[in-house]
């Protein structure tokens, strides 16, 4: 019996070796949107998000600032150029100041290992067009030939994946002001010399060097996929690249794909859907609620704090979500220790809390709201309840989980079973310690595991 019944088990092993060795996928969304998500991203949940780039320089505004200055003459960005530069100053000329002297990749790295991160998404190259590597086709807009001298993607990725942390590479398909973009944009994306000079060669560049677990893709939504070629390049990546079984991609391809094809989705910037999607999805945000890129000029209330973030955090993982937060690192290559300070304290909580999160799956209700507010996940036969706010009479309500005899339950970072009971009206009743939230854990929020419940 144990014989036959290994013996069927190789065989149906053998079956989904060989269908998953043979499966090709076509260049086009049928074929490619079938492809399954590799499992390392879902279980993953958390990142770090890095806006790094000649924007870093003025670090004023945002990442956007050389949209702002010279395509929208917008007047603040303007004033700023006048008032501390010399005329004539370029955007270009900013390049040399992008020194990145202080850039510590293992410092870095570490910081975000500790932030409880699980993976790291580093741009390397914006809509400004400069490459934070030696691009061959970003002929002295590049960080090698101007500004740092240094391969930026290739030092962060050595030091990431030293660590417990899976490398992504953001790629802007789009550079606002490359010559031949224009002429293309001019033929109404008839002609398509930028996609063949500059944004293919790119991407096939960044994949072989790199080998990214991650290609965050963006800058693709002034013209659709056929342009881009999107679908000829996803067919190469999943079928014949070195990282063909374990990378990941995002959905922003081309006009109308975000949201509908691809890998996981990002849809929106700060998408916050509030009901469960059917599709793996990733919330992307930024401790600087103005900007992605550093600013100078940030003020600590426009900064999103440890609860908020935490907040973010567990909503999207109950919804099925992971959750991508951006750091912009100056132009000597630092994380300011607001930052630092930020998601080390978001790593203390999931240090304790993370059990929750990692790896979990949504559970059959997300989040409740009628006497408690809590978030729910669900991992093996535990369900997990997060609440951020201690209940004044130290009683937690669930009205979702239902019990058995057997059911127990406890919190994460605190030894010993939790006494609950069943009320008809107010649901089960968990009586919590009588300990002041934030002696046993960082005081943002805490985790009951429940076993035993339906
Ligand atoms: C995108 O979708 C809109 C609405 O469905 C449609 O009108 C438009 O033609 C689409 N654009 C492209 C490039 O497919
Ligand atoms: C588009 O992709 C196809 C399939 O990989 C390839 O044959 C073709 O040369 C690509 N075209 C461009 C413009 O990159
Ligand atoms: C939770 O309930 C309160 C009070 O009914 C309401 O103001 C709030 O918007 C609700 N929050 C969510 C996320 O549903
Ligand atoms: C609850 O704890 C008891 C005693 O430790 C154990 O026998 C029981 O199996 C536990 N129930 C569940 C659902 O894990």
Request: hydrophobic share 40%; net charge negative.
């Amino acid at each position: 019996m144990a014989a036959s019944r290994s013996l069927a088990g190789l065989v149906l092993a053998l079956i989904a070796l060989h269908s998953a060795a043979s499966t090709r996928y076509a260049p086009n969304w049928d074929s490619l949107d079938n492809r399954p998500l590799p499992c390392w991203y879902d279980e993953a949940k958390f990142g770090i998000f890095l806006h790094w780039g000649v924007f870093s320089v003025p670090s004023f505004g945002s990442e956007w600032f050389w949209w702002s200055w010279r395509q929208e003459k917008s007047p603040a960005y303007v004033q700023f150029m006048n008032k501390n530069y010399a005329p004539g100053f370029t955007y270009a000329d900013f390049a040399p100041q992008f020194t990145a002297e202080f850039f510590d990749p293992d410092a870095w790295a570490e910081l975000f290992e500790s932030a409880g991160a699980r993976y790291v998404v580093l741009t390397t190259k914006h809509h400004e067009g400069f490459t934070n590597w030696g691009s061959p086709v970003a002929w002295n807009w590049n960080s090698v030939d101007t500004g740092p001298h240094r391969d930026l993607v290739g030092d962060l990725g050595k030091a990431i994946k030293k660590r417990n942390l899976h490398y992504g590479l953001y790629h802007s398909l789009l550079d606002w002001f490359h010559p031949l973009y224009l002429a293309d944009k001019e033929s109404g994306f008839k002609t398509q010399y930028f996609v063949l000079a500059k944004a293919m060669p790119e991407l096939y560049d960044l994949v072989m060097r790199y080998q990214p677990d991650l290609i965050w893709s963006d800058g693709d939504w002034e013209s659709p996929d056929t342009y881009w070629n999107s679908t000829g390049f996803l067919a190469w990546l999943y079928n014949d690249s070195p990282v063909k079984d374990k990378v990941v991609v995002n959905d922003r391809w081309g006009i109308n794909c975000s949201c509908h094809h691809g890998g996981f989705y990002n849809c929106a910037d700060k998408y916050t859907p509030s009901t469960l999607p059917d599709h793996k999805w990733e919330k992307c945000t930024s401790i600087d609620s103005h900007s992605w890129g550093y600013r100078r000029n940030m003020q600590v209330n426009e900064l999103m704090d440890e609860a908020t973030i935490i907040l973010e955090l567990v909503e999207a993982v109950s919804y099925g979500g992971n959750y991508l937060l951006n750091v912009g690192p100056s132009k000597e290559g630092l994380i300011v220790p607001i930052f630092q300070e930020r998601l080390r304290n978001v790593g203390k909580w999931l240090s304790i809390n993370g059990e929750a999160i990692y790896a979990t799956k949504p559970w059959r209700v997300q989040m409740e709201n009628t006497t408690c507010k809590l978030w729910y996940t669900a991992k093996e036969s535990a369900v997990y309840s997060i609440f951020l706010k201690w209940p004044v009479d130290n009683v937690l309500k669930l009205q979702s989980p239902k019990p058995t005899a057997n059911t127990n339950v406890t919190m994460l970072g605190l030894t010993g079973l939790l006494k609950w009971k069943q009320d008809p009206e107010l649901g089960l009743l968990i009586n919590l310690p009588m300990i002041p939230p934030g002696v046993f854990a960082v005081e943002y929020g805490w985790t009951l595991k429940l076993e035993g419940v339906h």
